[in-house]
C-alpha cells in the first residue's frame, strides 16, 4: 500500500505559478513511478506528468509540455509539480498517482491515488 498526500493548490492569476507536493508513504514507495493527472468540470480525467522511480525519465502531456516540471525528492519522499505560466484552462482538480511501473502516460500494476487539490486560474 501507498499513500498520497497532495497539498498547494490554490487559486491564481493567469501567467502566475504553483507548486504542488505529493507527499508519500507505504511500502517500496520509491520503487513506484510516480505521475500527476488533472480533472476539470465535465472533463476527462487527464495524466499530465509522469516520472520514473529513479527520476531519469520523464512524460508530459503536450497541454502542459514547456510550463509544468515534475520532480522528486528521495529524501522527503516528495514529489512536486511545478506549474509556471499558469492559463484558465490548467483549472482542475489535480491528483497526485503512483504505478508500480510507466510507459509515458501510463501507470501499470498496483496504482495508488491521492485525494487531489484544486487549482483555479482566473483570466
Known amino acids: 500500500q501507498v499513500q498520497l498526500v497532495e497539498s498547494g493548490g490554490g487559486s491564481v492569476q493567469a501567467g502566475g505559478s504553483l507548486r504542488l507536493s505529493c507527499a508519500a508513504s507505504?511500502?517500496?514507495?520509491?520503487?513506484?513511478?510516480m505521475g500527476w493527472s488533472r480533472q476539470a468540470p465535465g472533463k476527462e480525467r487527464e495524466r499530465v506528468a509522469t516520472?520514473?522511480?529513479?527520476?531519469?525519465?520523464?512524460y508530459y502531456s503536450d497541454s502542459v509540455k514547456g510550463r509544468f516540471t515534475i520532480s522528486g525528492d528521495s529524501a522527503k519522499n516528495t514529489v512536486y509539480l511545478q506549474m509556471n505560466s499558469l492559463k484558465p484552462e490548467d483549472t482542475a482538480v489535480y491528483y497526485c498517482?503512483?504505478?508500480?511501473?510507466?510507459?509515458?502516460?501510463?501507470?501499470?500494476?498496483?496504482?495508488?491515488w491521492g485525494l487531489g487539490t484544486q487549482v483555479t486560474v482566473s483570466s
Open positions: 507505504g511500502d517500496s514507495y520509491s520503487t513506484y513511478c
Open positions: 516520472i520514473s522511480s529513479d527520476g531519469g525519465s520523464t
Open positions: 498517482t503512483a504505478g508500480t511501473s510507466c510507459i509515458g502516460p501510463y501507470l501499470y500494476g498496483a496504482r495508488y
